[in-house]
């Protein structure tokens, strides 16, 4: 296995690199809402839906059996399903730790409650003082983390007999980005996330998102992954006091399907070239 060399983007980067990436998408994101909003917008490429990846998965069966996707997507979905796939294939989920709008927000939303719990200032490698987000016993934490498969395993059932996308009226990214909230369930769901987020890291990433369910094989397959030198490691729970996902023991357990490949172990460990990026 060959290590990635960092030579042109220090450590102390990784961090303000990653969090550009998630600003960009998230503007992106806001920016394709806002587009169904202005005049003549109704026509430029369809509804909110339709640029939604997991959109490709909700209507697959449908397009198949049928050769009519669902109601407010379109061969879009497929486009950036595909890419997203890519993207996991390679590197794992990425993209759930660099490119995915709902997942940057709940960073952000985080840090928010950290600051407004008691954080004064933030010390890398060590746990926050902060009393949110809290951290979930780790029995329960590991039990929850299920539910996503579940989760997933029923928006494929129930896309079967559906006319809409079944996840359509309680989407966290409708609620932030669509700018159609045209029922009361959409506001219930925004401010569920908002507070779920800032009640515990990541809440919808770990327990709800069927996609991130989806992508997590790709950590077992992906030839871009984190290795850690274990004769290196001390094991001082640095990377564990970073990982924004709270994997558990985490020098062991570096390939986990929970991963999101987010970096901050490799930006946080005080010993040099025992936490890297490898290929192979």
Request: net charge positive; charged share 15%; with cysteine.
């Amino acid at each position: 296995m060959t290590p990635f060399k960092q030579t042109t983007t220090n450590k102390s980067d990784l961090t303000t690199t990653r969090r550009w990436m998630q600003g960009i998408f998230v503007i992106l994101t806001f920016l394709i809402g806002l587009r169904h909003i202005m005049p003549g917008g109704s026509s430029k490429g369809g509804a909110f839906d339709a640029f939604c990846p997991f959109g490709g998965i909700e209507t697959l069966w449908v397009y198949l059996t049928t050769g009519h996707t669902l109601k407010t997507t379109n061969l879009l979905n497929f486009t950036a399903l595909i890419a997203v796939l890519g993207v996991s294939l390679v590197a794992g989920r990425a993209f759930c730790g660099w490119i995915c709008p709902l997942g940057s927000l709940q960073d952000l939303f985080a840090r928010w409650a950290r600051r407004l719990s008691g954080e004064k200032r933030s010390i890398r490698g060590k746990k926050s003082k902060a009393s949110f987000p809290i951290q979930v016993p780790p029995k329960l934490d590991h039990w929850l983390r299920y539910l996503k498969y579940v989760v997933l395993a029923a928006i494929l059932i129930a896309s079967t007999m559906a006319v809409y996308p079944p996840l359509r009226d309680i989407c966290p990214a409708r609620a932030f980005f669509d700018f159609h909230w045209n029922t009361p369930l959409l506001g219930v769901v925004l401010i569920l996330f908002i507070l779920s987020s800032m009640l515990v890291k990541r809440f919808s990433c770990r327990y709800l998102c069927p996609l991130g369910a989806l992508l997590a094989i790709f950590n077992k397959i992906s030839p871009i992954h984190i290795a850690v030198d274990q004769h290196n490691c001390t094991h001082c729970g640095r990377c564990e006091a970073e990982c924004p996902v709270d994997i558990p023991a985490i020098p062991e357990n570096i390939r986990s399907a929970e991963c999101i490949r987010c970096l901050e172990c490799i930006e946080t460990c005080a010993v040099p070239e025992t936490v890297d990026l490898k290929l192979g």
